[in-house]
């Protein structure tokens, strides 16, 4: 499943940043809010039958279909989609901690398919740990190097970890927009990037091929926003 986030937007948004989603429907989850990279979590995978918040029967217990799915990954370790399933499901409820570690599991089996290894990037992602998506996101653009949405959640990842990589984010941004010169997600995260970076002329830049490529994109506004 192909996403982006959108870089966040510094100062103007200490505390948090704005998150944008888009797959091949365009939108996976826009507006997904995402915490500092300062908050990511990444503590070891046990544990698995811990309750599920929001998931429960009304009287408290967990749902049949929740503890079958976790003891499936439990007693299934070389089940890869057990354990993915297993790590989403903590995902949707935002419990990151207990996600991750299971896609840590899922992450030993090493798939080979094209479709799992951006999956297990995306995953990693989603939890904010951009440093272990990074590699997925090589792996897979080594099999298809064209896949833009692949290109520049890998260009986020060195933007949104603790220690940001500018000029490498950059240089996967343009190498998408080098394919799609009018790709939306790519030209506002190019955008944000500069912002970040300190480089206001860039980032006006591109803000202006935003608007070129996509006058009613709501993207602009955000954007604007953020740059003033």
Do not use: W
Request: glycine content about 6%; aromatic content about 10%; hydrophobic content about 35%.
């Amino acid at each position: 499943m192909i996403k982006y986030l959108l870089v966040g937007a510094g100062c103007l948004v200490a505390g948090f940043f704005i998150g944008f989603f888009v797959s091949n429907n365009i939108n996976r989850n826009a507006g997904l809010q995402a915490s500092s990279p300062q908050n990511q979590l990444n503590s070891p995978f046990f544990n698995q039958q811990t309750d599920l918040r929001g998931v429960k029967e009304p009287n408290g217990a967990m749902m049949p279909d929740v503890a079958e799915t976790l003891d499936r990954a439990k007693n299934q370790p070389e089940n890869f989609e057990a354990q993915m399933t297993a790590g989403d499901m903590y995902q949707k409820i935002q419990n990151f901690e207990k996600a991750a570690g299971f896609y840590d599991a899922a992450a030993v089996l090493k798939p080979t398919e094209y479709e799992k290894i951006v999956r297990l990037g995306n995953a990693f992602f989603d939890v904010r740990q951009y440093e272990k998506a990074e590699p997925f996101y090589n792996q897979a653009l080594q099999k298809k190097p064209d896949d833009i949405s692949v290109r520049t959640d890998l260009g986020i990842t060195f933007v949104e970890r603790q220690t940001p990589d500018y000029e490498r984010a950059i240089k996967e941004f343009e190498q998408s927009l080098r394919q799609n010169a009018k790709h939306e997600p790519t030209l506002y995260n190019i955008s944000l990037a500069f912002h970040r970076k300190g480089d206001a002329q860039n980032a006006q830049k591109y803000l202006t091929e935003l608007e070129k490529a996509s006058p009613n994109s709501p993207l602009i506004g955000r954007l604007k926003q953020i740059l003033k």
